[in-house]
């Protein structure tokens, strides 16, 4: 069953010390995301045929960029802009739609405009990340609902942030229903919110002591208060 095979990674990172453990399971399937893309796979035809048409999004690449195997992504980013020169001069001889004036723009029919949507909206890591990451999502409810144990540990987390709070609310209705739905949408509304007004509480800590009169105060849980609020807001891990 995907429940039990995932259930390591799903445990691990809820064993974590974090502000949202579904960020450190993201997290971990993005790194190994990276490293499969620009390890020996990318010489793979059925991984460059996929990386050619979808190729990678903004925050991708630059992390790609950033794992020193610069022959591997200039082998893949050259076959990707050779496939989308290709598609583009298809989709130019297209022409444009029908119905365009002064007042009027339609570029919703348009084949360069959709290309080029499309281009934006592709990246063969997201894709790769997502297709388990949903998996991890599925195995928190079966754990939940399961194990005794890691629901202990659900409920003591330090909660989530805005992005994967909304992610775990909105699943919920897909594997819940009734006295458990309406129980578990306590518990994930009350960790948020708690949890969100301890950072909140921190970050106004934190800006308090620039106060010459908090000069010599303690700074209490507050030093990296940007940094978790940031956690909890954007879904970004930045070090102290």
């Not at 942030?161 to 209705?173: I, K, S």
Request: charged share 30%; hydrophobic share 35%.
């Amino acid at each position: 069953m995907d429940e039990q095979l995932y259930a390591i990674p799903v445990n691990d990172a809820f064993n974590e010390d974090t502000e949202c453990p579904v960020c450190s399971m993201y997290a971990s399937l993005q790194k190994n995301a990276i490293e499969f893309t620009m390890g020996p796979s990318y010489m793979e035809d059925d991984v460059r045929m996929e990386t050619n048409e979808v190729g990678f999004c903004a925050k991708h690449v630059e992390m790609m960029y950033g794992n020193q195997n610069r022959l591997g992504l200039g082998l893949m980013l050259h076959t990707h802009m050779q496939n989308l020169i290709k598609e583009t001069e298809k989709a130019q001889k297209k022409g444009r739609s029908s119905g365009g004036g002064f007042f009027k723009k339609n570029t919703e029919g348009s084949a360069v405009s959709a290309y080029m949507r499309q281009v934006k909206n592709s990246c063969y890591i997201c894709n790769r990340i997502e297709n388990i990451f949903e998996r991890y999502i599925d195995t928190i409810f079966y754990l939940y609902e399961k194990d005794s144990a890691f629901k202990a540990k659900f409920d003591a987390s330090k909660g989530f942030c805005v992005d994967h709070y909304q992610v775990l609310y909105d699943a919920a209705e897909s594997h819940m229903s009734g006295g458990a739905l309406k129980d578990f949408t306590t518990k994930i509304d009350k960790l948020f919110l708690e949890n969100m007004k301890r950072v909140c509480d921190d970050v106004e800590w934190y800006t308090d002591k620039f106060d010459y009169r908090n000069k010599d105060a303690d700074w209490k849980n507050s030093k990296d208060a940007l940094i978790r609020a940031i956690k909890k807001l954007d879904s970004i891990e930045l070090q102290l």
